[in-house]
């Protein structure tokens, strides 16, 4: 009895000590596996993490003929750094990020013929790298990040729609005290794109400017011959904006004259000295859709997020990306 006991200790024994290490061990190097895997995906890139973290935009850089590839919220977020001031408030800066976000999903859902979604340059929406910004801010690169990253986390997966569809979310720096009608900078009409009242703009301190330029100078950007220098028949859009006018005898858009002369605004007045021309300007950009120091004024006088993006895009719904992806 003795030794048949002694028999069945040594067993328990064994039993005991292996199948612990059978169980174990697997589990042991899966944890292993994905815990390699975890520090590899954080050490390629950090995520400012939110509901589009999977969607990844293809970004070419125009400086090195390059594709950036970054998750959809972070991209939100370079954007937002590169194209409004980061001492704005911060519903200013929510608004942005829904503008940024709904702009690049909108060309998601398109698609593009190009192996990159988006370009990194004003002719979509301004984009530099975490690098880039580190450069441009120096010590102020983390205050400014955190507090970026702070608005673009608090509208995680959020897009402006209208019909149930992303819309074109336009945006510019200064507004004249109006913004502009679609069809009048742009052809096409666009119901969410309306004329409405920005009074906050006139605190931006790139509210107004003026350009001189010589006679010749003047005419021949504009393609003119002669000497004189000659305007009528100026006609001007619901916000005051210059629609359309006379140069010697030549029409022009006042988007044309804004282009070719590279004029802040097409808010323009014209003063022909003896020799040099004189153009004043009111706003800063196209004025379609938001101003952003317009938005920075609501919020600076108590409005939300969502009530800026209403504002400038009429009759528009703010909804998850997970409802129209």
Known sequence: MKRQGLILGIILLAVITVIPSLIVIPFAEAATENGHINIEQSTEYVSTSGEGDEIIVNVLRDSTDTIETVPLEDYVALVVA??????????????QALAARTYI???LIHGSDEEYHVTDTVDHQVFQSESELREAWGVNYSGNMGKINQAVQETSGEIITYDGNPITAAFFSTSNGYTENAEDYWQNEIP?????SSPWDEQSPVYRDQEIFAYSEVLQLLGLSGHTFDVSN?????????????????TFSGREVREKLGLRSNDFSIEAESDHIIFKTNGYGHGVGMSQYGANGMAQSGNSYQEIVQHYYQDVQIESIESIL
Not at 85 to 95: S, V
Not at 238 to 248: A, C, D, H, M, T
Request: proline share 3%.
């Open 82 to 95: 590169s194209e409004i001031p980061a001492d704005f408030e911060m519903e200013a800066l929510k608004a």
């Open 105 to 107: 999903v909108q060309r």
């Open 192 to 196: 969410y794109l309306r004329s409405v």
């Open 234 to 250: 100026i006609v001007r859009t619901e916000s005051n904006r210059i629609k359309e006018l006379v140069i010697n005898g030549e």
